[in-house]
């Protein structure tokens, strides 16, 4: 396999010429008897109301081509797939420090779990469940004190060469309302003297982060500087080192679905990270970045059109890692 190098729009894959825009047509015909499976998340009213029909998929090339499919210019609230612009700036900040504070094992555990924290006195197994989410926007508060929100939010314009990225603050009041869970996360962590700051305002910079609304355009066209070594191949802006680089996709493809994350690695088998929105963003190294939105989710909170629409992509190309 190997992408066709005076034009993004095609591959060659097993002698076949393939144009990406077919393959993702085929994707969407492919996955339409899957409509109705799944549920949309209903935790917060903001969410429930995202129509579970609309679907989007989105392939962003390291020169900048961009493919894409459906709702693909429309914004939905990327959830946990903040975690990773977070992870970025903390890493870029703290370096391995970082590693004391939250590990790098995959947790095997549903991302909102108690269990785990407490034998593993407060030092969550990865920044991509909720308690590490939460320590990495601690670390990030210390670091920024009130302005920690506006540099992540700057952090995630930077990296998609696009201002007009926001917060949508009903999600984000919505979440603040029913935070008990995060809540509790955050105060064990904090009792374990593994949070420095003051838990509601850590939560309220983890929740805004996570009501960031973006479409799968934007999400692709972001996710570049993972897909290049740390740098964005089209701006060369440098965000981070090839080593951090390397890590975090490493972390994407063992902790980035939660308990689902070994299943994703196995079907994909591309670094990834889900949102309970219906998003999904997965990195091709050296080549492309690819989202995908749809909002009904499986057991595990990740998008089940979404999970079923990247398989196809990596069965049909043979863009896997693997
Ligand atoms: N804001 C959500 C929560 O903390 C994020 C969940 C997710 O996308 O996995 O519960």
């Given at each position: 396999m190997a992408l066709y190098k005076e034009n993004y729009s095609k591959i060659i894959t097993q002698g076949e010429l393939l144009e990406i825009q077919t393959v993702l047509q085929e994707i969407q015909h492919e996955i339409?008897?899957?409509?109705?499976q799944g549920k949309v998340a209903d935790y917060i009213p903001a969410l429930a109301s995202a129509n579970p029909q609309d679907f989007a998929m989105s392939v962003t090339c390291n020169d900048g081509t961009c493919h894409s499919i459906g709702v693909h210019t429309q914004k939905f609230s990327i959830q946990s797939i903040s975690k990773v612009y977070g992870y970025t700036l903390a890493l870029k900040h703290y370096k391995s420090a970082l590693y004391k504070r939250v590990g790098?094992?995959?947790?095997?555990?549903?991302?909102?779990?108690?269990v785990q924290l407490e034998y593993e006195a407060?030092?969550?197994?990865?920044?991509?469940?909720n308690a590490g989410a939460i320590v990495v926007a601690d670390s990030l508060v210390s670091h920024y004190k009130a302005k920690a929100l506006s540099h992540i939010l700057s952090f995630i314009q930077e990296s998609a060469d696009n201002d007009n990225i926001f917060v949508d603050r009903t999600v984000a009041d919505s979440e603040m309302e029913h935070r008990f869970r995060n809540m509790a996360l955050a105060s064990l962590m904090k009792s374990f003297d593994n949070l420095d700051n003051d838990v509601t305002e850590v939560l309220e910079t983890y929740f805004s982060q996570c009501s960031v609304t973006m479409s799968t355009d934007e999400l692709s066209r972001s996710m570049l500087y993972l897909a290049n070594n740390g740098t964005?191949?089209?701006?060369?802006?440098?965000?981070?080192?090839p080593a951090q680089a390397k890590r975090i996709n490493a972390l994407m493809l063992?902790?980035?679905?939660?308990?689902a994350s070994g299943d994703f690695a196995f079907r994909v088998g591309l670094p990834g990270k889900s949102g309970v929105g219906g998003g999904i963003v997965a990195v091709v190294p050296g080549k492309m970045s690819i989202a995908v939105y749809s909002p009904a989710l499986n057991e595990q909170g990740n998008s089940l059109l979404g999970t079923k629409a990247l398989e196809l992509f990596t069965t049909k190309t043979g863009l896997s890692i693997f």
């Open positions: 339409s008897p899957l409509f109705g790098r094992e995959p947790s095997g555990d549903p991302f909102n779990s108690l407060g030092i969550p197994r990865n920044p991509f469940i964005d191949p089209i701006t060369k802006k440098t965000f981070i080192t063992t902790c980035g679905h939660y308990d």
